[in-house]
């Protein structure tokens, strides 16, 4: 299989986390809902990969803090965990996707 042109840029996915902030509007009960952290895939592998993206979050809930990972829609998986690594998970990703091809 040939290795698709998005995997040569590391910014494919990225991983934010959800800030606490009186400014971000997010209260700790809504952590319930939208999760820790979400994991955002650009257009091309969240179009063209969507099977990968779903198998992604088998990934993500191996990752050590991560209690849960929901594939919330084609560009989009919502994390849940305390004292995630978010810069290893993202790296992570990266290595996951460039072993697949």
Same mark, same amino acid.
């Given at each position: 299989? /040939?290795?698709?042109?998005?995997?040569?840029?590391?910014?494919?996915?990225?991983?934010? /986390?959800?800030?606490?902030?009186?400014?971000?509007?997010?209260?700790?009960?809504?952590?319930?809902?939208?999760?820790?952290?979400?994991?955002?895939?650009?257009?091309?592998?969240?179009?063209?990969?969507?099977?990968?993206?779903?198998?992604?979050?088998?990934?993500?809930?191996?990752?050590?803090?991560?209690?849960? /990972?929901?594939?919330?829609?084609?560009?989009?998986?919502?994390?849940?965990?305390?004292?995630?690594?978010?810069?290893?998970?993202?790296?992570?990703?990266?290595?996951?996707?460039?072993?697949?091809?």
């Amino acid at each position: 299989m /040939a290795v698709p042109a998005f995997l040569t840029n590391d910014e494919f996915v990225s991983v934010e /986390a959800h800030i606490d902030s009186p400014d971000s509007g997010l209260l700790a009960e809504d952590r319930e809902s939208v999760g820790d952290f979400t994991v955002y895939y650009d257009d091309v592998p969240a179009h063209e990969y969507e099977d990968l993206v779903e198998e992604s979050t088998g990934f993500i809930e191996t990752f050590p803090g991560v209690q849960r /990972a929901v594939h919330e829609d084609r560009e989009m998986i919502l994390g849940w965990g305390e004292g995630v690594d978010l810069p290893l998970l993202h790296r992570g990703l990266i290595k996951w996707w460039r072993a697949k091809f």
